[in-house]
């Protein structure tokens, strides 16, 4: 008997769909029904290809006797974080107030109120570790509101009072300036690891928003040493087990400092950022292993991501069957040297395994190895590696895919607009312009309604039932400005435009912080507000970037106001804690370069024109944009009353045009003054 998830658009909620628990998705519905009988909520929170939701989903979800008690004792709730995250930052917030950690699968008992009063994560089927078992906390919870109510809600009432109490230590709403981006480049650098690059210790994560700041400070600063740490972590990463050797993608992190074994889960949103850094890191350098895996990314996120409609799915699972029928994790990805023989015979294997790295112990586990570039390509000739790795992946085909999250991510596609157009533009593959073109129809097409409010999510085609929150908005107008630049369309600058209007009227509070839900949004125990970059650009960065862009487009003093204003935290955070508001500093680099406006004007088909374009693009300014169009266009507004040539205009101020890709090129490689 399916619960009341079957309707759902989200795949994680449908994979609970036929629970024997009685499951209800979050609604005002749910909180009544709690009310009406008198029992705590208990809200279970994950997303769709998070190796530990399934593990509790077997273990406990799944079993008779837990489900039952569940349903007698609690009103279950449900949320998918990647649809709800709103719901989820504030019960994370809690979760980590209360325990000094968090993640995923989230447990939260609440009062009918939602006032949350008991926390956790994963909970084991037994006791072990330390950890109570999942039982014992269902009837420890219980047992407390049965027979200590009066203590749950003064527990509940504290923690709800303490949440709405924290108070964003914003700082002054300045822009940080070039100390504040020197300082935090220092911190960088004692934070950096020399041995293995990238930042911090084991888990390690790809930095793709402090990859961004740095390769920006070095087209700004010159600085060597920015430039360094960033192609050294990309050539890393790429060399690595976090990146599919094989496929191309990266997965979401690396277990150790050595990215080595990946946690093999490939999300959307990171493969979307990190092609763009490929992207730019080959801008900078011209380095041809970042030119290959900013293609093969992209290729990946075509060949595996991409739905019927056009747009992206969120993910693919870590999990799959290994031929034995059990679900292990990496179980699709990784090699025995046996099997290299298996597909390759004894001499291709023992040149597969030099080259990837597969050991006879293994790099994972029961002597399996994750597949990594550990002496580089230099070693053997091209023809054969690409030989053995099609062979390779022929056969990897064979074996049983990890399961897709279907869901389309309004935010995260837009990350992945930006990416696809800006690559497909830099190599001259007009297909992946074409296929950021297409999810950026489908945006506005199914995500976006007649006011321009967008929708978080859809699947199949449909509309989810949950608003945009402040990155949909901001990632969304990021990715229209990128394919606006590209494809010399102006609709794309007027949708950000529309979007951006949105997030000046519904998420700026009065003393210019964001906010990361709408003012009319629905209203929780506290409203979210997080400036920190995670796993993507927080709404409030990503937000004064586009804000940023958009404002040197039109030069709209209300628009880029509001980016400085937003700024003021980056000045705050950024020289303490430069790991985790990456895209903040990016986009205080655009700020201090200006940034540059770049109007390329000529007949679109003339060799020139395009040439002029093609320069423009591949300026490493930080934040620039780029307009083209033929003479007497009124697609964008920097084309106006211009006639031909190429115009660079910085700080109210503007070049001569010129017709010289080379001169061009001179005054967009100078450094801001």
Partial sequence: MPNRLAHETSPYLLQHADNPVDWWPWSPQAFEEA??????????????SCHWCHVLAVESFEDEQTASYMNEHFVNVKVDREERPDVDAVYMEAVQAATGQGGWPMTVFLTADAAPFYFGTYFPPEPRHGMPSFRQVLEGVSNAWTGRRDEVAEVAGKIVRDLSGRSLAYGAP??????????????????????????????????????????RHYARTGSEGALQMAADTGEAMARGGIYDQ??????????????????????????ALLCRVYAHLWRATGSELARRVALETADFMVSELRTHEGGFASALDADSDDGTGRHVEGAYYVWTPEQLREVLGEQDAQFAARLFGVTQEGTFEEGASVLRLPVGEGVADAAR??????????????????????KIVAAWNGLAIAALAETGAYFDRPDLVERATEAADLLVR????????????????????????????????????ALAAVSGEGVWLEFS????????????????????????????????????????????????????????????????????RALGVVKTLGPRAPRFIGWGLAVAEAVLDGPREVAVVGAGGDPLTREL?????????????????????????????????????RHFVC???????????????????
């Fill in 246 to 271: 094989l496929a191309g993608g990266f997965a979401r992190y690396s277990v150790d400092r050595e990215w080595v074994v990946p946690h093999f889960e490939k999300m959307l949103y990171d493969n």
């Fill in 446 to 481: 199914v995500h976006m309604n007649d006011g321009a409010r967008l929708a978080r999510t859809s699947k199949d085609g449909q509309v989810g039932a949950n608003a945009g929150v402040l990155e949909d908005y901001a990632d969304v107008a990021e990715g229209f400005l």
């Fill in 35 to 48: 009310r009406r009988r008198e029992v705590p909520i208990l809200l279970s929170v994950g997303y769709s």
């Fill in 655 to 673: 070049d001569a045009p010129t017709s010289d890709p080379g001169v061009l090129r001179e005054r967009l490689g100078e450094s801001a003054g």
């Fill in 497 to 564: 435009g529309f979007l951006l209007d949105i997030v000046l009227d519904q998420f700026v509070g009065e003393d210019g912080t964001l906010y990361d839900t709408a003012h009319d949004a629905e209203k929780l125990i506290r409203r979210p507000q997080d400036p920190t970059d995670n796993a993507t650009p927080s709404g409030w960065t990503a937000a004064a970037g586009a804000l940023l862009s958009y404002a040197a487009h039109t030069g709209s003093e209300a628009h880029r106001g509001a980016a400085e």
């Fill in 613 to 649: 374009h093609r320069v423009a693009l591949l300026s490493g300014a930080p934040g620039a944009v780029v307009a083209v169009g033929e003479v007497g266009s009124d697609e964008f507004p920097l084309l106006a009353e211009r006639g031909p040539g190429a115009y660079v205009c």
């Fill in 385 to 406: 590696v690409a030989d053995v790795r099609a062979r390779l992946l022929a056969a990897r085909d064979g074996r049983e895919r990890p399961g897709r999250d279907d």
């Fill in 174 to 215: 300045e822009v940080p300036g070039e100390e504040e981006l020197a300082q935090a480049l220092l911190a960088l650098t004692r934070d950096y690891d020399a041995t293995h690059a990238g930042f911090g210790g084991a888990p390690k994560f790809p930095p793709s928003m402090v990859l961004e700041f740095l390769l």
